[in-house]
């Protein structure tokens, strides 16, 4: 069995090419989360209780958060304010997770200057 990994696909006539393999997650994904406005980041959650944040351009993880006791079932990115200029771009830094162990956490990603 392959070792658990976020996978992106390709479907051409019918047929499905990987196209990108994301390893870290020691259990199933069970959910991704691209970062609004990013073409690169997204967020994962596994069965292991974990978060990854990963940025895929590269092949290893940016973060890894243990987030629950239990499996990480969902992630998703919090929405945030409109930038104040058409100039600057925020793109969103914080997101929630649920797991089977009955608990919603909130992250935010460090801030990199």
Same mark, same amino acid.
């Given at each position: 069995?392959?070792?658990p990994?976020?996978?992106?696909?390709?479907?051409a006539?019918? *047929?499905?090419?990987? %196209? =990108? @393999?994301?390893? $870290?997650?020691? !259990?199933?994904?069970?959910s991704?989360?691209?970062?609004?406005?990013?073409?690169?980041?997204?967020?994962?959650?596994?069965?292991?209780?974990?978060?990854?944040?990963?940025?895929?351009?590269?092949s *290893?993880?940016?973060h %890894? =958060? @243990?987030?629950? $006791?239990?499996k !990480?079932?969902?992630v998703?990115w919090?929405?945030?304010?409109?930038?104040?200029?058409?100039?600057?771009?925020a793109?969103?830094?914080?997101?929630i997770?649920?797991?089977?162990?009955?608990?919603?956490?909130?992250?935010?990603?460090?801030?990199?200057?």
């Amino acid at each position: 069995m392959p070792a658990p990994c976020v996978t992106s696909l390709g479907a051409a006539a019918g *047929t499905s090419v990987v %196209k =990108l @393999a994301l390893r $870290g997650h020691t !259990a199933w994904v069970s959910s991704v989360a691209w970062q609004p406005g990013s073409s690169s980041v997204l967020v994962s959650s596994s069965y292991d209780g974990s978060l990854h944040v990963w940025d895929i351009r590269s092949s *290893t993880p940016l973060h %890894k =958060l @243990a987030a629950h $006791g239990d499996k !990480a079932l969902s992630v998703a990115w919090q929405p945030t304010a409109p930038p104040a200029s058409s100039e600057a771009t925020a793109l969103p830094q914080r997101f929630i997770s649920g797991g089977a162990d009955n608990l919603v956490r909130f992250f935010r990603l460090p801030r990199t200057e």
